[in-house]
């Protein structure tokens, strides 16, 4: 019944080596998002898809990139992690055709450690 | 700038006692969403609110939504330790990248037992 899924759950990477976060989804959304979280705060957007739509946050670093190659499936590349990257990772969907709600559904997460 | 100010930030509470968190803005939003994160785990949406004086119950949750669709209630009856968690509020609009939410920082509450 997993609707957002996201891997891996826990990702332990070193200072400067890329690391990809990976997001799919059954729900047939047409929008995607990355988040990230520090601890005992609100999830902080990052980017999202609308379609195969690019939307950059302006103060999203350029360390952050991501791709869509469809509908399914979403990726969180972080070129050159660095300490302070260190967070939950959340992808959401959300569907736009034909709703009013803006509701956004979550995955679990990725805890991303830096060392 | 949105802004969506929840409060309190941090709440810690006996089983049985009632509690309320607020969240307010000078903006007005289409919906309004609340969720509840437990640790490790991503946020789950509780409910939706659409219509300005909307009230919904989820067992003994009830929300609300403010007239002016700018703020929004949360109120727990009789908490017990399985309420404990982070309660986010967001705020939803619509513009022609998607619908986006702006989150309210955040209210821990921790219900013990």
């Known amino acids: 019944d997993a609707m957002v899924i996201q891997n891996p759950r826990y990702q332990v990477t070193q200072f400067g080596k890329p690391v990809t976060l990976s997001c799919s989804q059954t729900?047939?959304?047409?929008?995607m998002y990355w988040y990230q979280q520090k601890s005992s705060q609100a999830p902080k957007l990052l980017f999202h898809?609308?379609?195969?739509?690019?939307?950059n946050e302006a103060d999203t670093p350029d360390n952050f990139q991501s791709r869509r190659p469809n509908t399914s499936f979403c990726f969180l590349d972080i070129r050159s992690p660095g300490l302070g990257d260190a967070a939950m990772y959340l992808c959401?969907?959300?569907?736009?055709?034909?709703?009013?709600?803006?509701?956004?559904?979550f995955g679990p997460g990725t805890r991303l450690t830096v060392l | 700038t949105q802004l969506l100010e929840q409060s309190p930030q941090f709440l810690s509470i006996q089983e049985g006692e009632n509690l309320t968190v607020y969240c307010n803005s000078s903006?007005?939003?289409?919906?309004l969403q609340w969720y509840r994160q437990e640790p490790g785990e991503g946020p789950v949406l509780l409910v939706t609110?659409?219509?300005?004086?909307e009230v919904k119950k989820l067992k003994r949750l009830t929300f609300q939504f403010g007239d002016a669709r700018k703020d929004s209630s949360l109120h727990i009856t009789a908490a017990q330790p399985g309420d404990t968690g982070l309660y986010l509020c967001?705020?939803?609009?619509?513009?022609?990248?998607?619908?986006?939410?702006?989150f309210g920082g955040g209210t821990r509450l921790m219900v013990k037992p």
């Open positions: 967001a705020g939803a609009k619509i513009n022609n990248a998607g619908n986006m939410l702006t």
């Open positions: 959401a969907t959300s569907e736009t055709r034909g709703s009013s709600y803006n509701e956004q559904f």
């Open positions: 729900l047939n959304h047409n929008v």
């Open positions: 898809y609308y379609d195969k739509d690019f939307n």
């Open positions: 609110v659409v219509t300005g004086g």
């Open positions: 903006s007005v939003f289409s919906s």
